[in-house]
Structures are given as structure tokens and as C-alpha cells.
């Protein structure tokens, strides 16, 4: 499509958000208005205000904040936890269910203090709560949540400390909830209450043989490494008896795996936890909270299909498969339904923010003219070059894809062996080129394509050298193959012509984006623009909220990014809520224990004896001083002069 003659003559932002799938994972947050820029509306689509990111982010750059920057827009945290929580309660409706739902949000998912202050802000109406999986998580969730209505869950590894702050938070009136996930904790956790005086609040994570499809189905089934069997189960309910504690157990627990794209999965989980559930009651624990941990996916690529960048379901079958599955298992025996928990923590805040960066370089796949004259070789590779250049026909094409990718690699042997010049292998590269492009040319008019001629595409494809390191802020790119959608935020009515893949600026190879959303010509590619001059291009990579800023680190010390929070109002307009400054070079440096103060006297000394030994002047000496100190001061990523 992207080579059509036709559609790039009358091409709109209608196909811009064709070809990027805008409307297909922006989940009515994200569009393309008229003038080709990319629009957020975070009340959703045709609801409220509507704002361009290009204006955001020209904004940006005239307050002083150099790209990258993660841009985060708070009223979306808002819509998603209304929807997650609306849902819930509409189906609640519809069932007849007796319980409630009370969400709690996780915060590994995306720790930074502002995400969870506007989280519990936006989640008070609902008494959405907290889940901590340490120490320090836990002090946050305790300090942030001024809610006794919502709960607080305790997951992970917990030792005294971790026990004594949860129990604490029982005393001041938190609903603070400690899941037993592996066999020893219980006597610790009983031993620290009987010396705080504290009845605990207790919920048991029980290890499904349910294993979800996808990156993380190693969380559940037997093999999983947090959890109990069901014989270590048997072994802490015996214990709470023993100790005449089985009324502070109330809580079933499960987690099989973030980003389940399966519903079948889903369902299959909850029905599985709702016959453990029912067994506890047997045996008498005082049941009334089911945790169905996290796992509710995001449509990263739009495809709506259980690929393991996507999900088969929407979030109105999610509540409705958990809802109906307890309805299912209990009402058989009149169990009272429970309170309904879910750790839902990429769906809440996946879509809230965005990673800016602008385009420093392309390096172009476009090739020098064939010379006119051929310089003379000693051997025919060029002449068969030219040949099969010549060659190239509707009848010939699969001989010619052949014979290309042949002449490619005989020119890289010749020139191994020192057959060939340097010269004579970058003449035969650019004659592969032009090639490559007439196949590619001629096979947009042909009804049936060679295989191959999909192959040649891919090597068709230039380099964007983007502001921003993979690795700080999308490291799941990198350690998973995580898919985000990446998009140009404005030019769209204009169409993009040069397929591309994105590489960032940390001289790593493996810091580059070449797997993008299934759009329509291949997902290899992303097809982007020229360059202007005196015009900044700038991309969006989107959806990534979770995760992202939490695991991303310091490969090749580029810190963390600046970050901007918008507040869209209702008149159109917006507020920058918050302005946050990345990393300095010295405060990287410091990160990984140099001493800033050491090297800048090690530096004076390096000068003083440099104008000894009368390699540099003391002016000189003053320039190089001063350039060292404004690069400590500097931002980490490339800043415009
Ligand atoms: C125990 C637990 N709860 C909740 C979550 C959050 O999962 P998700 O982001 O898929 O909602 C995780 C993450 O893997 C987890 O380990």
C-alpha cells in the first residue's frame, strides 16, 4: 500500500491512522485530526476535550525541557480507573451478585510518588487500594493512602520489619491484608502480632495448576516460585487452628501472570481459585475476599486477539468471566459471594503515558546514481550487477531477486579474500540497491509476488537515529520483545514514505525498535518521513506506562528522562500539573559511585600540568574547565545547542 502511486497522491490523516492502527490500540484515548497531528482525548473519544501532542511537545521545548520526555496525561489514569471500577460494578448489576469489587493497584507497576498520589486521588470514589510487595512499597501505600475503606495487600517475601509496618497499619485502621505466599511465614507473622497485640488480617496465595499462554506463564501452574500447595495450605489452616486464629484468615489470593491475552485463560484461573475458595470455607476460615491478582491485558497492537501482545477480550467480559465464575462455584453450595479483588496494573496505567523523543538523523537507504562510466575491474561482478539491473521484468523478477542477494554475498567474499577494493565493494553495494529498489518498484504492480520479493523489502529500509535510550525507557523492547505502537505526532496528513526502523542513541546494537504493531505493509517497518530543516520530527511511542520507567537503568548512562504531566480541562485548554528534570551527567555518575567533587579536582590538576608541560594556555585552561563543568550540569541525552 505504502508504494501505491495513487493513495500517496490524495493521501489524509484518515490514512495515516490506517496505516499506524491508531484507532485500533489507542482505545478511543489517542486519534489523528485533520491537520495530521496526533490528538489525545482522554475522556475518551468524542467525549471532551481534545488536545495535540505536537502542541505539548513544542511546549515543552519552549519551557526549556529537552527531549526525551515521558509525558504523562493524568486524566486518563482517571478514565481507566473508572472504567476498571464502573465496569466491575455495572456487572455486579447485571449478575445480581451480592459482593462488591475494590480494586488495588500494584505498585511495582509504576512506582514514581506522582502516579500513585494521582491514583489513590482518582481512586478514592472507589475505594481502590494498594498492593505492596516490599518494605518500601509498603511505607508508601500506608503514607499515600488516605482511604480506610480501601485495602492494602501484602504481597512477596516478608520478614519482621515488613510484618511489624503491615501489623501497625492494622492498628491505625488500615485494612491491611498479608498474603501467606510461601510455608514459613506464617509463625512469624503470628509470632510479631501476639508481641504488637494486633489480630492479623491473613489471605492465602494458593498456586493454580491453571497456567495462562505467554511471557509470563511461568508465574502460575506447580513450577511457580510464589504461592502455597495445597498441602502447605492444609498445613497453615491446621496451624491457625492450633492457635485458635482461623477467623483472622478471610482472603484467597492467585496470580498467574501479567498480560494474559487469553480469555479462556482468565476464566479458567477463576474457576480453579473459586473451588479453593470453597474448600476454605469447609473448613471453616471466615471467607470474605477473593484476590484474582493481576493479568488483565492491554491491546498494545490493536489486533484483538490472543497474541501475546494483545487480548481476545474486552474489559466488560473480563469482569463479567470473574463475576460469573464465583456465581458458578459458590451459589451450588450458598457460599455468600466475596468482596472482589483484582491487582490490575498495566490495564490502569499502560495508556497514561507517552514516550516523546525527536529524530536526530536518518541513515538513508537512497543510493548514489549509477556511475556512467564504470571504472575497470578484474573481475565481471559489477558487469552482472549492471546485467541484472537491466534485467529486471514482470517475467524475470524471481531470477533477479536470485541473482541480487547472489552478486551480495559473492561481493562480500571477494572483498574477505582482498579481491576486491574498497571502492569496488561500495560501487557493488549501491548498484545492489538500486536493484533491490526497481524489484520492489515493480513488484507494487504485479498480482502475484515472488516470496522473496517480501525479503528484499526488509533490507530496503533506512535508520532514524532517535533521541532516547531504549533501554531507560523501554526496556521490556529489549528484555521481552515487547511490542508498543510508535508513531510520528504530527506531518500525518503528509505521507510518510521511507520505511524505516528506529534506533536509539546508546551505542548498544541491540538498542534499536524493529518490531512494531501489525500495520498493513509489515510489521517490521514503520514508515516515516523526510526530514525538514530548522523542523524538529518527533515520534510517540505509546502505552507505556507500565513497567517501563520502573525497570529501565543506566546502560551507557543515560538517565532517566524529563517528565511532564498535563491535566486536560474541559474548555480544551490544558495545565502542565507537573514538571519533573531528568538526570544530570553528575548525578548518573554519581549513581554509580564516582565522585564528582574527585574528578573535577583530578581534572585541575590534569590542566595545570597540561600548561606545563605547555600543551594548552590558561586561557585554554579556563575553556577546558568550563566545558567539563557545564557537561556535569548537562542533561544526559542530546540537547540542541
Ligand atoms: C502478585 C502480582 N499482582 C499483580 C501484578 C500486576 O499484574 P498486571 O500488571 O498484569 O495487572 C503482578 C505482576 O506481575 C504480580 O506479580
Request: aromatic letters at 10%.
Amino acid at each position: 500500500m505504502w508504494r501505491d502511486p495513487e493513495k500517496i497522491k490524495n493521501w489524509t490523516s484518515a490514512d495515516a491512522s490506517e496505516l499506524y492502527g491508531i484507532n485500533k490500540w489507542g482505545a478511543d484515548y489517542f486519534s489523528v485530526n485533520q491537520k495530521g497531528d496526533v490528538v489525545v482525548t482522554p475522556l475518551g473519544k468524542d467525549k471532551g476535550p481534545q488536545i495535540s501532542l505536537h502542541e505539548i511537545a513544542k511546549e515543552v521545548e519552549d519551557r526549556g525541557l529537552s527531549m526525551p520526555v515521558i509525558l504523562r496525561i493524568e486524566n486518563i489514569l482517571g478514565s481507566q480507573i473508572k472504567l476498571l471500577n464502573e465496569t466491575f460494578r455495572n456487572v455486579i448489576k447485571e449478575t445480581g451478585y451480592q459482593g462488591e469489587y475494590k480494586g488495588v493497584f500494584p505498585i511495582k507497576v509504576n512506582q514514581q510518588e506522582q502516579v500513585i498520589e494521582t491514583i489513590t486521588k482518582y481512586g478514592k470514589k472507589y475505594n481502590h487500594g494498594l498492593e505492596a510487595g516490599s518494605k518500601p512499597e509498603l511505607i508508601a501505600a500506608i503514607s499515600m493512602l488516605d482511604n480506610r475503606e480501601a485495602y492494602i495487600i501484602c504481597n512477596g517475601y516478608k520478614d519482621e520489619e515488613f510484618i511489624d509496618l503491615g501489623l501497625n497499619a492494622v492498628k491505625m485502621g488500615f485494612k491491611c491484608y498479608f498474603v501467606v505466599e510461601v510455608p514459613g511465614e506464617i509463625d512469624v507473622i503470628l509470632d510479631r502480632a501476639k508481641k504488637l497485640r494486633v489480630k492479623p488480617m491473613l489471605g492465602l496465595r494458593t498456586k493454580l495448576t491453571t497456567q495462562a499462554e505467554g511471557q509470563w506463564s511461568e508465574s502460575g501452574g506447580d513450577n511457580s516460585v510464589f504461592g502455597l500447595t495445597i498441602s502447605q495450605m492444609i498445613d497453615v489452616i491446621d496451624k491457625l487452628k492450633e492457635e485458635k486464629m482461623l477467623d483472622c484468615l478471610h482472603m484467597l489470593h492467585y496470580h498467574i501472570g501479567s498480560q494474559i491475552a487469553n480469555i479462556r485463560d482468565i476464566r479458567a484461573g477463576a474457576m480453579e481459585a473459586c473451588r479453593v475458595y470453597e474448600e476454605l470455607v469447609k473448613e471453616g476460615a471466615d471467607m470474605q475476599i477473593m484476590d484474582f491478582g493481576g493479568g488483565l491485558a492491554v491491546d498494545y497492537d490493536g489486533s484483538n486477539t490472543n497474541y501475546h501482545s494483545s487480548r481476545n477480550y474486552s474489559t466488560e467480559e473480563y469482569c463479567y468471566d470473574i463475576v460469573e465464575s464465583i456465581i458458578t462455584v459458590l451459589d451450588k453450595n450458598n457460599i455468600p459471594h466475596p468482596t472482589i479483588i483484582t491487582e490490575s496494573g498495566r490495564a490502569i496505567v499502560a495508556y497514561y503515558s507517552v514516550l516523546l523523543f525527536n529524530v536526530l538523523d536518518i541513515s538513508s537507504f537512497v543510493p548514489h546514481p549509477i556511475p556512467e562510466v564504470l571504472p575497470e575491474t578484474t573481475n565481471d561482478l559489477i558487469e552482472n550487477l549492471i546485467a541484472t539491473y537491466n534485467m529486471v521484468a514482470p517475467k524475470t523478477i524471481q531470477e533477479c531477486c536470485n541473482d541480487v542477494l547472489f552478486y551480495r554475498n559473492q561481493s562480500r567474499q571477494l572483498f574477505k579474500h582482498g579481491q576486491i577494493s574498497l571502492r569496488e565493494k561500495a560501487l557493488a553495494e549501491n548498484i545492489v540497491r538500486h536493484i533491490l529498489i526497481k524489484i520492489s518498484k515493480l513488484a507494487v504492480t504485479l498480482k502475484h509476488v515472488p516470496r522473496d520479493v517480501h525479503y528484499i523489502d526488509m533490507l530496503l529500509h533506512n535508520i532514524y537515529y532517535g533521541n532516547f535510550s531504549l533501554f531507560q525507557s523501554l526496556p521490556d523492547v529489549w528484555a521481552i520483545d515487547q511490542i508498543f505502537p510508535v508513531m510520528p505526532i504530527h506531518r500525518l496528513a503528509e505521507p510518510p514514505l521511507n520505511p524505516a526502523i528506529i534506533s536509539d542513541i546508546t551505542c548498544d546494537c541491540d538498542g534499536k525498535i524493529d518490531n512494531f504493531p501489525d500495520y498493513d505493509h509489515d510489521k517490521k517497518l514503520l514508515m516515516l518521513h523526510d526530514l525538514k530543516e530548522n523542523e524538529e520530527y518527533y515520534l510517540g511511542v505509546f502505552l507505556v506506562g507500565a513497567y517501563q520507567e520502573t525497570l529501565g537503568d543506566l546502560h551507557n548512562l543515560f538517565g532517566d528522562t524529563n517528565v511532564v504531566s498535563v491535566y486536560v480541562n474541559d474548555d480544551g485548554t490544558y495545565e502542565v500539573a507537573q514538571e519533573l528534570e531528568g538526570d544530570y551527567v553528575a548525578d548518573v555518575l554519581e549513581y554509580v559511585e564516582y565522585d564528582v567533587k574527585a574528578m573535577k579536582n583530578r581534572l585541575k590538576a590534569l590542566a595545570e600540568d597540561s600548561i606545563k608541560k605547555e600543551f594548552i594556555t590558561p586561557k585554554e585552561r579556563k575553556q577546558i574547565l568550563d566545558s567539563f563543568n557545564e557537561g556535569l550540569r548537562g542533561y544526559t541525552y542530546y540537547e540542541k545547542e
